[in-house]
């Protein structure tokens, strides 16, 4: 029971117009791993994301979470969004909030949280990313590695079941990236299911259980970090990996 | 002439000179170089003669338009008809008492707009099926009333509907007046609550989606107050034109300033009122116009320094 994956795709298709994103993805993420998605860009990493989250509906096949498809079109979506976290590559923070009301709307709303008690829970995650002086500022006043962290805190402050985090290094400045990728490792620590997409190479072999290539719109080459870093056995994989160290990301 | 060259030259050079003149004490043993010294100097320079030909040539404006106007024809009769003190005098206590109604026009108006306009607003961007008469409706609507001519909207309901004698519904001037002000401009904040929905950029809602929040919910807690917030500048603009427009209730009869202008210039045939009339819906305006000048500039300068809201 515990080892059923938390999400599955089976021949998943996604298309817009006419160019095929996603051809025929399978995927199966088990509980407290980490998979990481990689591969060129416009390879459908963020699109797989976003159909697993419903921010995009699949022209085909079906995606489960937990056990329950969620890609039926009598599934209660917004029930669906509630159980997983997502992170964004350009934050997405709300503008016109303090960190700590990004942070317990949708435990205040969404979820019915007390005030008081959502905005303990905001202070203690805060507090433990290193952001507890931050709580009453606005957005616009954080670096963009403190803005990704805060956007963590507030994936996280709704429990999720599992944690989509769609490049969200690719925005900061090499010297920031440290910060927030230290935050992924920890929450794998704590045993955070996450499917993660990422540029990162050396982050994705590091902290992956799973890793995905994915290439002309389905998952090439999947296996742990060292088979496919270390022993790809696809030629595009080979190709895609050589044009990475020669750019010096891994 | 010289005078206003001098002093003129004079305030933009202390302008000017405040950053030098302050330097030496903040700065750790900094002394201005030559350089810069002598750049300052062109620039101050620079700066008294760009006022100096400000100056002058306003001047030759001015005096090139009084004369013009004064050796008019008919710049006697006109002074007379449109000039005179006395009415001016006259009028003015008049005109003040009519403009109380159109304040009280504005303000309750100015609310009744604000609310409508959200509400078509938000009527057009519902989605799904079951919503559709209702965006048909409102996007009717705004069409409609953006289309129609406030002074026609304005006869039809201030003398169409009470020729309509219908029980229970008013005759008064004032309320027909502000129902049909109400109407066409609620067509217009409507469209401009619109612009700002739409401008509050895609990731914003989905990342309120993604969080759990229904489609309603995240137009309450975030598009709406981004959308509101970025179009401020706009709603103030609609109000202050609004805030003239409330004179064309007088077409029903309505004592407003401008029916308190018209009733001493029928009876003296003396256009003054009218021009005190003006000036004060200008006087009215101007505060508001500056206002507005303000929070836009206000609004710029976040936006420049990297705020997104």
Redesign the interface.
Known sequence: MSDAPVLRMESVRKTFGDSVVLRDVDLQVAPHTVTALIGASGSGKSTLLRCA?L?EEIDDGAIWLDGEEITDPRADQ??V??R???V?Q?Y?????MTVLDNIT??PR???GVARAEAEERARELLERLGLGDKADA?P?RLSGGQQQRVAIV??LA?RPRLLLLDEITAALDPELVGEVLTVVRDLKGEGMTMVLATHEMGFARDVADQVCFLDGGVVLERGTAEQVFGDPRQERTRRFLRRIVEAGRL | MTVTKDESGQEGADGQGDMPAGAPAGAHGYTPSGRRLERERYKRARARRAIAIAALSTLVTAVVLYMVVVSAPGWERTKETFFDGQYAREAFPKVLEGLWLNVRLLLICGVLVLVLGMLIAVARTLPGPVFFPLRALAAAYTDFFRGLPLIINLMIVVFGVPALRLQGVTVDPVLLGGTALTLTYSAYVAEVFRAGIESVHP??R?????????NR?ALR??VL??AV?RQVPPLLNDLVSLQKDTGLVSIGGAIDAVRASDIIAQRSLNYTPYIVAGLVFVALTIPMTRFTDWVTARMDRRRA?????
Not at chain 1, 92 to 96: C, D, E, K
Not at chain 2, 206 to 214: I, M, P, Q, V, Y
Not at chain 2, 305 to 309: A, I, L, N, R, T
């Open positions: 989250n921010l917004d029930a969004r509630r997983i976290g997502v964004f350009a997405n923070l709300f503008p016109h709307l949708a709303r969404v979820h606005y616009d507030r994936a709704v | 990731s914003q989905a990342a309120a989606r993604s969080l759990g929040l229904t919910q807690y975030v107050p981004q917030r320094q990297g705020g997104s809201v």
